[in-house]
């Protein structure tokens, strides 16, 4: 059945609604992505190998000269093409066809680059390249005559040194969310890792910089954007705030946040979230209290590794006696407690 949507259940993904089902919505790249993935693969001819309903196809179609759209599921290739129309876009072939055939192969020869979205497993306890499908070495091995310049999207959640391959990774973060993790071969390739924010585009290249300083807990505490963590780039980010005259130091992190720390504000579009400290103490319950009440906090945001069902009984306690009209995030790191106040932006 073909309904027309412009978002899922968590995110608004479209400026317009678009034909697709649920599933189809829920697994289709935002616009916002879209449309830099395309000015970023702009060329004449351009594959896009398993195009589903069609998200990327018609940014790439406001780019490229020439898009071919393939997909092997009827269904979905019906909403890329309805889809394709909604947004006004004329300069799309639509291939039905399985995208590791030699038949498909010959319809596309002509392409400049080649892109696949792959389908992946929706739960798997270890992400990886072998599980997609079409798996990415497949495609490279079938199309890498046709041309060089492959790119790929990949689980984000895959670490730079998981990916075996002579790529670029770039890793997406989408107001504040870790979003996508494309490869990029050939001439696209413009460096090993690379981190880019989104909206305003932001980016930042693996380089030689030097190793980010370990540093005490000075006046403020910061959250990089989950990219720059990914593609392991807080010695190039903390190289260029050092260019921009000013020190940031490396503080803690754990397996979900990191925590970099300065005694004078920075403002970054590669920190996620800024906060000023309001104290640290050890993990002692009373000890935290009376930070709290000394700030005059009335609401506690927990900020470490909790088990769901226990969140709201430990924030309870925590905020039990608050009178306040502050909001402080408490963040914690084996025995060490950090407190803060959200700097809004």
């Known amino acids: 059945m073909m309904k027309n949507m412009t978002r899922d259940k968590r995110t608004i993904k479209f400026t317009r609604p678009i034909a697709s089902n649920k599933e189809g919505l829920q697994l289709s790249t935002p616009e916002i992505v879209a449309r830099y993935i395309a000015k970023r693969l702009k060329t004449n001819v351009i594959a896009d190998l398993g195009c589903g309903i069609g998200g990327q196809v018609i940014f790439f179609a406001k780019e490229c000269k020439k898009v071919y759209a393939v997909e092997r599921n009827p269904e979905k290739l019906e909403y890329a093409k309805e889809n394709c129309r909604l947004y006004n876009v004329d300069n799309v072939e639509f291939i039905l066809g399985d995208a ?3 038949n498909v192969k010959s319809q596309v020869s002509d392409a400049d680059i080649v892109f696949s979205d792959p389908a992946r497993p929706i739960s798997e306890k270890e992400r990886t390249l072998e599980n997609l499908e079409p798996p990415i070495t497949e495609i490279i091995k079938l199309y890498s005559d046709i041309t060089p ?4 999207h990949a689980p984000p959640q895959m670490p730079p040194e998981r990916i075996a391959l002579d790529c670029e990774r770039e890793y997406l973060s989408l107001n504040g969310q870790l979003n996508r993790l494309t490869l990029y071969f050939g001439s ?3 460096c090993e890792r690379s981190a880019v924010v989104l909206p305003g585009e932001a980016k930042l290249y693996s380089s030689d910089a030097p190793s980010i300083e370990t540093g005490t807990l000075r006046e403020y505490v910061y959250e990089p954007e989950p990219s720059v963590v990914k593609a392991e780039l807080l010695n190039e980010l903390a190289q260029a705030i050092k260019e921009s005259g000013k020190d940031i130091f490396f503080y803690k992190s754990d397996e979900k946040r990191t925590l970099l ?5 920075i403002v970054s579009p590669f920190i996620k979230d800024t906060y000023r ?8 319950i009373v000890k935290m209290k009376e930070i ?11 900020r470490f ?4 069902e226990k969140y709201w009984d430990f924030r309870k306690k925590l905020e039990e006696g608050l009178s306040g009209n502050r909001t402080l995030h408490v963040f914690g790191f084996g025995n060490e407690v950090v407190i803060g106040e959200k700097v809004r932006k």
């Not at 310049?149 to 790929?152: I, S, V």
């Open 100 to 102: 590791l055939s030699e």
């Open 149 to 152: 310049e492959l790119a790929f």
């Open 188 to 190: 696209l390739k413009r």
């Open 261 to 265: 720390t300065s005694s004078g504000l």
């Open 277 to 284: 400290v309001s104290g640290k103490t050890e993990w002692d």
């Open 292 to 302: 709290l009440k000394l700030e005059k906090a009335g609401k506690v945001v927990l």
């Open 305 to 308: 590794d909790i088990e769901p």
